[in-house]
């Protein structure tokens, strides 16, 4: 939080904002700015993670357990 013109005034709140799909898996990440007025005087996209379907997964976790007596 930053006071914008010293004492009283406008305050400039920032934050820090994650992304979620299901229930923990991180998506994206953005950093806000938001004055005592209501107004948004910035936003940036700060990154975004590849999306991870649960299929794909499934797929890679039940190919490796099909070659894991492979490896002995």
Do not use: C, W
């Not at 013109?5 to 406008?10: D, E, H, K, R, S």
């Not at 806000?32 to 007025?37: C, K, L, P, R, T």
């Amino acid at each position: 939080m930053e006071q914008v013109y010293g004492t009283g005034g406008l305050y400039n709140i920032t934050l820090k904002i994650y992304f979620y799909y299901r229930a923990h898996i991180t998506y994206g990440e953005d950093l806000v700015v938001v004055n005592s007025e209501g107004e948004l005087p910035s936003y940036k996209h700060m990154k975004t993670y590849p999306k991870e379907t649960f299929i794909s997964k499934l797929i890679r976790k039940s190919v490796s357990q099909s070659t894991s007596h492979l490896e002995t």
